[in-house]
């Protein structure tokens, strides 16, 4: 969370006693959901006790991911979690913020390079192909219903003008294709069952 605010450094949001939050850039109430929204956005803030000027940020980061826990956006598995108190008052507590933090900024970085190979995880498989050729019939069978005369036109009911025959021709021609293919695609499929 390093992007720079609107202003120099980063946002000031004072909590007061009666557990309200105040944002001095923006000068109003806030909400914890605001908050959340400001750290998917990137944007920097530090939140201080209104009273004693107490940098509070680290708790209330921690009541955003308690609140979002109990929603049921559950992140945090219950095996990490027990290793995570075991930990405090451990001799190797003092190097568990260091090693999360450099896990989590290697996850960031590496986060784009993991959505696209997920992403291109079937970029080379039958079923990209498959996907391709269901777009073409889907979109063949949606031009032919926005066609004048065609399904849903109006002036249903009255006969269309006789089209040419080279049209007629290459309509015919055009549902044969896609029969065929059709029928291909539900050959792969029923081999990729098997």
Do not use: C, W
Not at 29 to 39: F, G, K, N, P, S
Not at 50 to 65: C, F, G, R
Not at 91 to 103: H, T
């Amino acid at each position: 969370m390093k992007k720079a605010s609107a202003g120099t450094g980063p946002v000031i949001i004072k909590k007061y006693a009666n557990r309200r939050l105040y944002n001095t850039e923006t000068s109003s109430y806030i909400t914890l959901e605001h908050l959340a929204a400001m750290t998917r956005e990137g944007r920097d803030f530090k939140v201080i006790d209104a009273k004693s000027e107490d940098d509070i940020t680290h708790n209330v980061l921690t009541q955003i991911i308690m609140e979002e826990e109990q929603r049921g956006q559950t992140m945090l598995p219950v095996s990490f979690l027990r290793q995570l108190i075991a930990l405090y008052g451990d001799s190797m507590q003092a190097m568990v913020p260091g090693y999360l933090e450099a896990s989590m900024e290697s996850f960031r970085r590496n986060q784009e390079q993991f959505k696209s190979a997920v992403e291109g995880a079937f970029a080379n498989t039958p079923f990209a192909e498959i996907a391709k050729r269901n777009m073409a019939m889907f979109e063949a069978a949606a031009s032919a219903f926005k066609t004048p005369g065609g399904p849903g036109a109006p002036g249903i009911g009255v006969a269309p003008a006789a089209p040419a025959a080279a049209e007629t021709d290459a309509k015919d021609d055009e549902i044969a294709a896609l029969r065929a293919e059709l029928a291909k695609l539900h050959d792969k499929v029923e081999k990729l069952g098997k």
